[in-house]
């Protein structure tokens, strides 16, 4: 098991982190607009292979982008490197930074497999820079609703709980009028399918909640004819709440937005605790109560709600916000390395249960014989009346 | 085929020996619904007269699962090229879609399970990207105004097969044949079909390649949601997609293109039902009649309307609510 122990020294002396953004596809432009957002943070270049986002990413107000996160991480004096490039090249870009000694705040999931998450935790303790990840579950609000009546003991004793998490994955759904990215359907870029994209978060907000789990068995589907998995269910005990959890993932099902299929009841002694009642009743009329109240700070002096009236953007606001301040301070990050390698290690369990599973059933599947062609007499059964329409 | 005269439209179910209806993700099993199925809907129909070269063009526009309506269900593609191979031992026979800029046919035709869909149903059939072969350039009239199209060779000199499935397309109107082959022809810099497809195009398109017969996967409908209707419909292509709109409860005056083809027709088509297929009130009013879901992108005016407010309320604008450029 590695730690990283010893306070971590930033690069430069200003109170101001300077922060760049290694990928700025989807959710690096959250980071970058979250950055841009925090005071005592500049963001000072972004890096993406990709032409179309290194412009959004001038658009935003970034001074300089690259077409290399290397060569970014050379160029520039950083304090902190947000990493939100496909798994395959998290190692590496956390290797470049260890090396320039910038701290890294790295998009889930930290590595493709628990090996690759040792070597990258390594290079960063040789570096002496600190590692946090991007599980931003834990910092919805309806979660820490969850999470705050459970500490409280509302429900009592939580023999059971059960998480889901869908959505509709890199496919999308109608009109889908844009091309699916596609590293996040190769098992090779990505590491994994709806486990390692969504399970993982899951993974993370549960051992929050319930100190360490232990898999006991899972269950990997595909609903299409892809090479990852759009389904997965894994049966897990936490021996320390002495809690049986249920986790069903999956990147099947259509998601309209602002509706997030995202789910956790904790059946207690005396009740349930349930994040949907933790959720807006209306999104949109929170979102315009939202939005009034940082119009009205404006006047009061108070601190607006950064993101506010979309209410998922600020779970990745505050996830990045704690990484900074814990950089700031030369504390270990609140969701840090280890955090996040022990969600790999979950993951994995799932994995080869599944596949053990599977063997399983393919040793003990009786012999079926072909079954009778179906033979099924349709001659003569136009029988019915000719119907006209009239159109 | 011409559609002309008194068009007739085959209506049966595809539950098989099945007492399970609706969607079963065994190939195998929605293989044996819909083979007699298809059988008894193309029975005595000419696909190909002379043609040594037969085209199916399902809706495999893009990878949606098949149990949401949105696209053909692979089985059903096996089905109807396994019925045609058994009449046309020595044809070619292809079942083809076109990549676009969002998606290779290749990787859609993977993603839905094309391969093993054909194989399992023995049908012999290759998979075919239109976007790669060659075009016949044809020029259709409009009045006076003339159209250029261009159509893939391929669907100009063999027969041709539409197999879409009962769905709006984004414009809301029955997507049906007719847009199955305008979403393969070209004209300008994109295909005939789309939100602001030339109805003269999309007549041109079809009236040039001249399809034998549609066949139509209505096992499972998309109408705002889906439902699994369990029937298939077979025949002439404007006829089908006229019934198709009639089922969605679509406005068809207020659809250009299907009108214009319609145009000089009969005003009705006859039905006519193989086995025991719910009356089509019973149908209509069990199929929902709603749109496609909302597309992702934020309007113009919330764009504008939200970077307003966050250079009031200081705050950020996600990168999800700005405007594309």
């Known amino acids: 098991m590695l730690s990283l122990s010893s306070p971590f020294s930033r690069r430069t002396d200003s109170s101001t982190l300077r922060l760049g953004v290694l990928g700025v596809g989807n959710i690096g432009m959250v980071h970058l607009k979250s950055a841009r957002a925090m005071a005592d943070v500049e963001v000072v270049a972004a890096a993406d292979a990709v032409p179309e986002n290194r412009r959004r990413a001038e658009r935003a107000g970034v001074a300089r982008t690259y077409d290399d996160y290397a060569a970014l991480l050379e160029a520039e004096a950083l304090d902190v490197a947000v990493v939100a490039l496909p798994p395959v090249l998290h190692r590496e870009a956390v290797e470049r930074a260890a090396e320039a000694g910038v701290d890294v705040f790295v998009e889930k999931p930290l590595a493709r497999s628990t090996d690759e998450a040792d070597r990258l935790l390594e290079a960063a303790a040789d570096g002496a820079i600190a590692v946090g990840v991007d599980h931003t579950l834990r910092y919805q609000p309806d979660i820490v609703g969850v999470a705050e009546e459970y500490a409280d003991g509302t429900v009592g004793h939580v023999p059971y709980a059960s998480m889901t998490r869908l959505n509709d994955g890199p496919l999308g759904r109608p009109p889908a009028d844009s091309a699916p990215a596609s590293w996040p359907l190769d098992p090779e870029a990505a590491g994994g399918g709806s486990l390692l994209e969504l399970g993982i978060h899951c993974f993370d907000v549960l051992e929050h909640l319930f100190g360490e789990l232990e898999v006991r068995s899972a269950s990997l589907g595909t609903t299409l004819e892809i090479p990852v998995e759009d389904a997965a269910t894994v049966l897990l005990e936490a021996p320390e709440t002495g809690t049986t959890i249920t ?24 009740g349930t605790i349930s994040n949907e009642d933790h959720l807006p009743d209306n999104f949109y009329v929170d979102a315009a109560k939202e939005a009034l109240r940082n119009v009205a700070s404006r006047v009061t002096d108070d601190a607006p709600t950064v993101f506010g009236p979309t209410f998922y953007l600020q779970a990745h606001y505050r996830a990045l916000e704690d990484f900074c301040d814990a950089v700031r301070a030369g504390e270990s990050p609140p969701v840090d390395g280890e955090d996040g390698r022990r969600t790999l290690a979950l993951a994995e369990q799932a994995y080869e249960l599944a596949a053990e599973d599977a063997r399983k059933r393919d040793r003990e599947e009786p012999f079926e014989a072909e079954a009778d062609a179906r033979d099924s007499d349709r001659d003569g059964d136009r029988d019915q009346d000719e119907a006209e329409v009239t159109l | 085929m011409t559609v002309s005269g008194d068009p007739t439209v085959r209506v049966t179910r595809a539950d098989g020996d099945d007492a399970r209806t609706g969607w ?89 399970g094309y391969r093993e869909a054909l194989e399992r149903a023995d049908a012999d059939a290759d998979l075919v990207d239109l976007a790669d072969g060659r075009r016949s350039l044809r020029t259709v009239s409009d009045g006076d105004r003339a159209v250029d199209l261009r159509i893939p060779e391929r669907l100009v000199e063999g027969g041709v097969v539409p197999v879409p499935t009962l769905r709006p397309t984004e414009a809301g109107t029955v997507a049906g044949g007719m847009r199955a082959i305008a979403r393969v022809v070209g004209s300008g810099g994109s295909t005939v079909a789309g939100p602001d497809e030339d109805p003269a195009a999309v007549v041109g398109a079809v009236r040039t390649i001249d399809p034998a ?55 009705s088509i006859t039905v006519s039902p193989i086995g025991d297929v719910p009356d089509l009130e019973t149908l209509r009013e069990r199929m929902p009649d709603g749109e496609l879901p909302p597309a992702d992108d934020t309007h113009p005016a919330v764009s504008v309307a939200y970077r307003l407010y966050a250079a009031v309320g200081d705050d950020a604008v996600p990168p999800q609510l700005e405007a594309r450029r």
């Open chain 2, 24 to 112: 079963t993700p065994d190939l195998e099993r929605r293989l044996d619904r819909f083979r007699p199925a298809v059988a008894d809907l193309l029975e005595g129909v000419e696909i190909a007269a002379d043609a040594d070269r037969v085209t199916i063009l399902p809706d495999a526009h893009y990878p949606f699962h098949p149990s949401s309506g949105m696209v053909t269900d692979p089985a059903v593609v096996g089905a109807v090229a396994a019925t045609i191979r058994r009449e046309h031992p020595d044809a070619e026979v292809s079942v083809a879609g076109a990549s676009d800029d969002r998606i290779d046919f290749d990787r859609t035709a993977a993603y839905l």
């Open chain 2, 213 to 267: 017969w549609t066949v139509v996967d209505a096992a499972t409908t998309y109408g705002g949601r889906p439902h699994a209707s369990d029937v298939l419909l077979a025949g002439p292509t404007t006829a089908v997609d006229a019934l198709g709109a009639v089922l969605l409860d679509r406005d068809l005056p207020a659809d250009d293109a299907l009108s214009a083809a319609l145009e000089g027709d009969d005003a």
């Open chain 1, 247 to 270: 986790l069903h993932c999956g990147s099947y099902q259509w998601e309209e937005l602002p509706e997030v299929n995202t789910r956790l009841r904790l059946e207690g002694v005396t």
